[in-house]
């Protein structure tokens, strides 16, 4: 596609289920990240993916959090138990690799998650 | 650590005027990037302006441009000629270069533009 998609638009879950956001990045983007964008907190960086592989996690607000990332493609972000504080609008976004020297980040939709 | 400061929680301007939004940010590093981005209701967060540190002139891009201040580490953003589909919520942003950085983002101006 042109631009990043994400997946559901909108969720509504029930507090302790799971629930897995998906992100589809801009074709030949190496790059994957993931934003939570909250009332209380602004916008804050999650984890990001090169390639398949995060080597940096530690934006994770705690361990019902995971992410993962395959084909170079797609990512799924999972939240187990939610909680009532994991509702906010999750935005996905995708650059190229450093070595293109376009490092800008380009943004999907978002999901906007409600934990009820 | 990178922080950026957005001072200005609400703006309004009229249709056709021109507006200032201010950004702030706070940094060791000599070499960064700066982006303003803008999310209509849509939520959809849209690249408006990139500025590279190194370079001394400051970014344009139609009726956007900044005003960028190494020294003072100020990035403003002003937007010439407003339009009612410039209203949204515009973000600060701060990268550091390398690949594979985060953003850092400024907590948002709402910039309301009436007719």
């Known amino acids: 596609g042109a631009g990043v998609s994400q997946s559901p638009s909108n969720k509504v879950t029930e507090k302790g289920k799971d629930v897995e956001l998906r992100c589809d990045p801009i074709?030949?983007?190496?790059?994957l990240y993931w934003y939570r964008q909250s009332l209380g907190q602004g916008l804050e960086f999650l984890i990001y993916?090169?390639?398949?592989?995060?080597?940096?996690k530690s934006g994770l607000p705690s361990d019902r959090f995971s992410a993962e990332r395959t084909g170079g493609s797609v990512s799924t972000l999972t939240i187990q138990r939610t909680q009532q504080e994991d509702s906010a609008v999750y935005l996905c976004?995708?650059?190229?690799?450093?070595?293109?020297?376009?490092?800008?980040?380009?943004f999907g939709p978002g999901t906007r998650l409600l934990v009820l | 650590a990178q922080t950026v400061t957005q001072s200005q929680p609400e703006m309004s301007v009229q249709e056709a005027e021109t507006v200032t939004l201010s950004c702030t940010y706070d940094t060791s590093e000599n070499n960064y990037y700066l982006f303003w981005y803008k999310q209509p209701p849509s939520r959809q967060m849209i690249l408006v302006i990139r500025?590279?540190?190194?370079?001394?002139q400051n970014a344009t891009e139609n009726r956007f441009s900044v005003n960028f201040q190494k020294a003072a580490k100020s990035f403003s953003l002003k937007i010439s000629d407003s339009q009612l589909g410039d209203t949204a919520m515009y973000f600060c942003?701060?990268?550091?270069?390398?690949?594979?950085?985060?953003?850092?983002f400024g907590t948002g101006t709402r910039l309301l533009v009436s007719p």
């Open positions: 074709s030949g983007h190496t790059a």
């Open positions: 976004a995708s650059s190229l690799a450093f070595w293109q020297s376009q490092e800008t980040q380009y």
């Open positions: 500025q590279e540190a190194y370079k001394q």
């Open positions: 942003a701060f990268m550091k270069p390398g690949g594979f950085q985060k953003l850092v």
């Open positions: 993916f090169q390639g398949n592989s995060a080597p940096d």
